[in-house]
């Protein structure tokens, strides 16, 4: 495994795992059929004697396993969560991805050996809440939020006794990394509760004057000409009459894509990079992760990264850089 640069790679199904494995990933990332997880949809996570099978399968191949159990336990009834936990330890996970303090505090007393990583969910973006989860929970990891410059993680990783990982590709979260009120609103289901935002149950398309509409529950996120492509009704991904003019008004629908930034986040301190996209086909994963591992194999050799096009698999068919360059500024 390279020493420079960890590849964290989306495992939404087993399938997904294996492709993760077979194009390059240094580690996949993935989550239980339940609530426990922020990507909690049907068709997607693993039962118990799935992910068994995929950390055999990974470990094999010389890739580690991560389990995000990274939503926030219900108020008296915290069993669930506790169980996840037990269980990737028993099936051979290397490390947990947690958000809730209560739960970050019953892995730390009961499967102190199971290796703890801080989840984008806690949104924790300044040294002084990290330096907290490390020294009360022994976080060895922190995932950091998307609203951060290269130069802000280069100054929190100068401050730090802990590793650091940043998202380099895939879908945007703009409403504190997926604690989204606007989607609760709406469905009365939680992405920090439940696991789902924008739930399939809650979507409908209706077309109606030459256009066709997406809604989410009662509400209608967008309109599509009829020469425009029907995107999923993600609330904050909407298009908006505000003061008499439409736009997006709260996110594009736009990919975030640094794979051209990764020699700056080495300079940073990075650790791990991660790939967003556990929703996704394998096929996406298998694309996305094969060319990031043939950037950071050349990075890591002193070469060029070789040029990619991987605007067939963005949102929208647009790429931007995000926060690492902040331009609206």
Known sequence: MTDLLELVCPAGTPASLRAA????AHTVYLGFRDETNARNFPGLNFSRPELEEGVSYAHENGTKVLVAIN???????????????ADAESCGADAVILADIGLLDHATKNHPDLRRHLSVQASASNAEAIRFYHEEFDVKRVV???VLTVQEIKALNADL???TEVFVFGGLCVMAEGRCSLSSYVTGKAPNMNGVCSPASHVRYEENDGCMKSKLGDFTINSFGADEPAGY????KGRFSVQGSVSYLFE??????AIEMLGQLVDAGVKALKIEGRQRGRAYVAEVVRNFRAAVDALEQGDTAPGVDLSAVTEGGRETTGAYDKIWR
């Open 144 to 146: 950091l939020p998307r």
């Open 71 to 85: 939503t926030f336990p219900e108020a008296g009834d915290p069993s669930p969560w506790h169980a996840a936990v």
């Open 161 to 163: 006794a802990v590793e």
């Open 233 to 236: 009704p993600t609330l904050c």
């Open 252 to 257: 594009d629908p736009t990919s975030l894509n």
């Open 21 to 24: 494995v077979d194009a390059g």
